[in-house]
């Protein structure tokens, strides 16, 4: 029987928990600096 074990990491976060929270937390920060450039430099 082929058991499965978690990926955690040394401090015992659950990674494939955190990508999983990842997928649905919105933009990142370079996504957020990237839109409001292309809207400043829109505006002018």
């Known amino acids: 029987m082929k058991q ?6 040394k401090a015992g976060t659950d990674i494939d928990d955190v990508k999983r ?3 649905h937390s919105g933009l ?3 996504q957020v600096k990237q839109l409001l450039g ?3 430099i829109g505006k002018k």
């Open 28 to 30: 990142t920060y370079n």
């Open 38 to 40: 292309d809207q400043y």
């Open 21 to 23: 929270q990842n997928q």
């Open 4 to 9: 499965h074990m978690k990926n955690v990491t």
